[in-house]
């Protein structure tokens, strides 16, 4: 008999005869949505390309969603729910002592593929094969190094003991929750169950730039199950948020007109998310199509507004000069001019946006959030439902990665808005499609630079005039622009400087926050600019950013006197020296970057932090702080600050986010929870110290950094950043078929809080930083349409594509920072794409100026 006339499907789940609807798109939908087996991750469904969802079907590995429930009837399905104790606890142990997980959302699936790879080859297992094998899988996070580790250890090794937390500043102990995220036991927000929950769907823009004639909601209401059609008449209070500039619709109306893909036209409710997702699809919306602005060079030209209610098409313009540049110039021994082109780059973590918004009985409302800025997401959803901000709070709930792509709202603001007008808890949960196109991307940027040296390769001056593609809305794009034109020079002491930076307002998707903000397109073109320099020179690459590193008393960038922090700087450059003179007597190609990240916000930015600690009558401690954790380790940093501070054990110390009062100002961004969170959770513990650490009291403790200046301010020597990371990559590659066999990172941290989270960011960097080089780009056609729509399709390097990442550690001290520290989240990707074109040029004599590179200017071609 078939499941349509059954109506269910029959199957076994982890011993357990299991019977389900038969209407289910795939067996992944039927786990997680009738069984409550939340293991399997949906990161990409129906598409099966991040592997997040992998089970064993008798007993052999699959992406759960590419089964469909005619496939799986009769099967045995294994999660890691129902593997043996001893085998999960083994499993979990192994990827926790290596550091083989961050974020966590991908974990599980390649858990449960290492299972059976071990299962399959056992001793025979090699890396190259676990590589081949894992190509199923994405890991945005680490690099994939730590994971090779952690099946090398599983393989080799009989007894496997879960390591101890860190019990002092240094220690390499395990990661906070590391079991519970190797297992899929803590739960993302698309795994939370609340009795009486309803399903959320969102309908999106057809046309990236249309007046909106209607919006008919009855085919969607006229379907089995639908509760509801919310449009952006339904919205009681504001109807445009934003980080920066409030200028970002929650919902477009009738009447009104879109601006990219990703506006959002209507919410629909339903009993289920098929249905939902269904009926949001059947919405009737008749537009008038209208010329779309798809690159900058044209919104700039046009007297026409690219986007609807906002004037003009140009968001900001950072502009700074120090000296004369042409006088200098025109004294140059030798100058180069270069026109550079980054791209636009999807962030791609694994965890598609969710939000459960949740109702209260007082009439307040809970909202759980996977954000970045948990009360920016608490001020935007009380303005647009004109309530008070004590009405509404956002608890933050870990998140399956970020790298800067969930600092604006997605669908919190419509999540919330449908469950107050409700009174019923609704849950929403974007496709990976819907995330592909709402979220901001990295920016692309095009530089036009000209650099001068003497004779000995000192560089004398630099010019750049960068145009960036930001978009329809502000978002932060703005302050990547701002960022990009400080770090324009590099890490290195130029006495005349002109910078330029605009971004520009487009109908492409919107552009903000990414890794490396600004910095890492700001100084592929600076690099580039020295090593060609270097060449006319007569000297090495190594040797000219000798010549020029910035040393404590120089004056960089837009004017800032550098402190004893840029001693890291040279510091790496030399720990770097031994490898690139061994990967030169081999014959290699190679090729090298240097930068410099800011940690922090800066830029005259009021930065407070608070943190709380708690003792309770049995000797625990609670930590709370105020930063979002999303893979990079920030609830570890603030244990092994309590447990060095307070000297008592880490196992006594839990560690949560409150957001129930005002900890925090602005967003978890620019590589600043490791500085401030540790500050302020030393400070709190330094209160308690004080009075005893009595029970059941707050003790708050707080880190500010209130010294820095914008541009804008006019001053001599401004104080833009508060502190830097610096980096330097060797890029080594084969010099016949040019392929990179390896890539030694010296990274500058300050301190190493934790050497092994610490080492598993740059490694997670580099990767990331080699797919930026190489292989990533999300553009758009010209009509804004993007055209890789699939996590396959956006280049990201699959773990076979890894060469060898050697991350080496360099610790000089940020004066006046906690412990030293500087941070490393955003500096890991900065030099590397140089580092590339570097080693590129040595194998076939051809300079990269376009990004990716192995799209526009292959090596060899």
Known sequence: MTLEATGTAQFVVNGEPASVRSDHPHLLAALREELDVTSPKDGCSPSGQCGACTVLLDGRPIQSCLVSLEKAEGKAVTTLEGFDPEERARLANAFAATGALQCGFCTPGIMVRTKALLDQKGKDLTKETAAGRLGAHLCRCTGYTKIFEAIEMLRDEAVIEMPGLPTHIGDRGKKYEAEELALGDRGYIDDMRVPGMLHAALRLADHARADVLKIDPEPALAMTGVIAVYTAADIPGVQRVGIIHKDWPIMIGEGQRTSYLGDVMAVVVADDVQTARAAADAIDIDYNELKVYADPDSALASDEDAVWGLDGNVLSRSVYHRGDVDAALADCAHTVSETFHTQRVEHAFLEPESTLAVPNDDGTLMVYSGGQGVWDDRDQIADMLAIDKDQVTVELISNGGAFGGKEDMSN?????????????????????????????????????????????????????????????????????????????????????????????????PVCGAFRGFGANQAQFATEG??????????????????????????????????????????????????????????????????????????????????????????????????????????????????????????????????????????????????????????????????????????????????????????????????????????VIADKESGKIERVVAVHDVGRAINPTLVEGQIEGAVHMGLGYALTEEFPTDEQAMPTNMTLRSLGILRPKDIPEIEAVI???????????????????????????????????????????????????S
């Not at 060609?532 to 000798?546: D, P």
């Not at 794409?833 to 060899?860: C, I, K, S, W």
């Open 412 to 508: 919190q603001a419509h999540t919330a808005l449908a469950a107050h007008l409700l009174n019923r808890p609704i849950k929403c949960t974007l496709t990976r499609p819907q995330s592909l196109l709402m979220h901001a991307k990295r920016h692309p940027i095009r530089i036009e630079a000209t650099a001068g040296c003497d004779e000995n390769g000192k560089v004398l001056a630099y010019r750049a005039r960068m145009i960036g593609d930001s978009g329809p809305y502000a978002s932060v794009g703005m302050k990547v622009l701002e960022r990009a034109a400080g770090h324009a020079s590099g890490p290195y002491e130029v006495p005349n400087v002109d910078v330029e930076a605009v971004a520009v307002r487009t109908n492409n």
């Open 529 to 730: 600019m020295l090593d060609r320099l270097a060449e006319m020179v007569g000297i090495s690459g190594w040797e000219i950013r000798k010549r020029n590193v910035v040393k404590p008393g120089d004056v960089w960038g837009p004017g800032q006197i550098m402190d004893d922090g840029c001693l890291g700087a040279e510091q790496c450059l030399d720990a770097v020296k031994p490898y690139y003179d061994a990967a030169r007597a081999e014959g290699k190609a190679i090729g090298m970057g240097l930068a410099l990240k800011n940690s922090g916000l800066g830029n005259g930015f009021l930065e407070i932090a608070k943190a709380v600690v708690r003792f309770d009558d049995d000797g625990g401690v609670e930590v709370r702080h105020c930063w979002t954790e999303m893979g990079q380790g920030v609830h570890t940093v603030a244990l092994q600050v309590a447990a060095e501070e307070l000297d008592i054990a880490p196992e006594k110390i839990s560690v949560v986010v409150d957001t129930t009062r005002e900890l925090g100002a602005g967003q978890t961004t620019g590589s600043r929870g490791t500085l401030m969170g540790a500050g302020s959770v030393q400070d709190a513990c330094r209160v308690a110290l004080e009075d005893g650490c009595k029970p059941n009291i707050d003790y708050v403790g707080e880190y500010r950094v209130d010294w820095t200046n914008s541009l804008e301010e006019g001053v001599e020597n401004p104080i833009i950043h508060s502190a830097f990371g610096y980096a330097a990559q060797l």
């Open 810 to 860: 360099v610790e000089a001290p940020q004066p006046d920072a906690p412990y030293g520290v500087k941070g490393v989240g955003e500096i890991g990707l900065v030099p590397t794409a140089g580092a590339v074109a570097a080693a590129f040029y040595e194998v076939d004599g051809v300079r990269r100026t376009h990004l990716p590179m192995n799209v526009h200017q292959p090596v060899g």
